[in-house]
């Protein structure tokens, strides 16, 4: 397993379960857990990724060396962009939405449609139940969802998930 040292400098988002580092390009999910196993998640997001469902491509399972844990991490395709949930009630401020590329202007602003990303999103999930992924209620939602600059949206965070 290849290794990987993370500094607070590389941080980029965090949920409840896990925190994730941006190193270039690449995410790297980081659970809190230092016992938490992601072969699960990983392998449910290589299904989805491989079934053309629209999420980040999931590359490998590293050991990240945080400051204060080591961890088994998910290394996958960063998606330059914001939370979803977080975009359509506002709480990401302007200059944070251009320093992620969703917009490159206060005009692009006044075009990110809340409908619009609602409807992309359930597009998406449906396509992965329609494959026979089922998502935990609690893990289903706008906030498990990152929009991108180019009108694209990523599902994220496959923990619990199952593939039936
Ligand atoms: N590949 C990625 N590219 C860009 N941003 C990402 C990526 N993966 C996750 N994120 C961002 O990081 C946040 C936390 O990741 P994630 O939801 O996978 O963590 P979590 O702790 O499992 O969440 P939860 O609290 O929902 O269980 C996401 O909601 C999303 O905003
Ligand atoms: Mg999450």
């Known amino acids: 397993m290849n290794a990987i040292t993370l500094s607070k400098g590389d941080y980029h988002d965090e949920g409840a379960y896990a925190e994730v580092f941006k190193v270039g390009k690449i995410a790297i999910k980081c659970p809190f857990r230092t016992e938490a196993d992601v072969a699960e998640e990983f392998e449910i997001q290589q299904g989805l990724f491989?079934?053309?469902?629209?999420?980040?491509?999931?590359?490998?399972?590293?050991e990240a060396r945080l400051p204060k844990?080591?961890?088994?991490?998910?290394?996958?395709?960063?998606?330059p962009g914001a939370n979803a949930r977080d975009?359509?009630?506002?709480?990401?401020p302007f200059q944070e939405l251009i320093s992620r590329e969703v917009i490159s202007s206060l005009d692009e602003?006044?075009?990110?449609?809340?409908?619009?990303i609602k409807s992309l999103y359930r597009t998406e999930i449906s396509k992965a139940f329609s494959k026979g992924f089922i998502s935990p209620a609690s893990e289903t939602g706008l906030y498990n969802a990152v929009y991108s600059l180019k009108n694209e949206l990523y599902l994220v965070d496959f923990t619990d998930w199952i593939r039936v």
């Open 69 to 79: 844990r080591t961890v088994q991490a998910i290394a996958m395709e960063l998606i």
């Open 50 to 62: 491989q079934e053309g469902i629209k999420v980040p491509e999931p590359y490998e399972i590293v």
């Open 109 to 116: 602003l006044a075009l990110i449609n809340p409908s619009l």
């Open 87 to 92: 975009l359509i009630s506002r709480k990401l």
